[in-house]
């Protein structure tokens, strides 16, 4: 069982930036294919990066590539996304997850679910 805990998310004008984190609980987060996704009001949870276990291999949704980047500490057992050039299309609530068997864009392979922290661009 891996139980994550996102932090980082606020209130940030268009063009800013913001660092969210996902620190994770357990001795086995370093197997972990570690992802983000975020969902906005009325819309689908839709995927935006993830990483390998080994952080040697990232992807990212057409939509971020380019201004955001994920990237994973395994000694602090802590996955990061870092958002740039932020737009207001960015706003959402935004969920770090955890996959046991890879890493890749699809939610369902995605096992355990941190609760989200809020990410609000104004315009």
């Known amino acids: 069982q891996v139980q994550l805990v996102e932090s980082g998310g606020g209130l940030v004008q268009a063009g800013g930036s913001l660092r969210l984190s996902c620190a994770a609980s357990?001795?086995?987060?370093?197997?972990?294919?570690m992802g983000w996704f975020r969902q906005a009001p009325r819309k689908e949870r839709e995927f935006v990066a993830a990483?390998?276990?080994?952080?040697?291999?990232?992807l990212y949704a057409d939509s971020v590539k380019g201004r955001f980047t994920i990237s994973r500490d395994n000694a602090k057992n802590t996955v990061y996304l870092q958002l740039n050039s932020l737009k207001p299309e960015d706003t959402a609530v935004y969920y770090c997850?955890?996959?046991?068997?890879?890493?890749?864009?699809?939610?369902?392979?995605?096992?355990?679910w941190g609760q989200g922290t809020q990410v609000t661009v104004s315009s």
């Open positions: 997850a955890a996959d046991p068997t890879g890493f890749g864009n699809r939610k369902y392979a995605y096992a355990y």
């Open positions: 357990g001795r086995t987060f370093s197997t972990y294919g």
């Open positions: 990483i390998s276990s080994s952080g040697g291999s990232t």
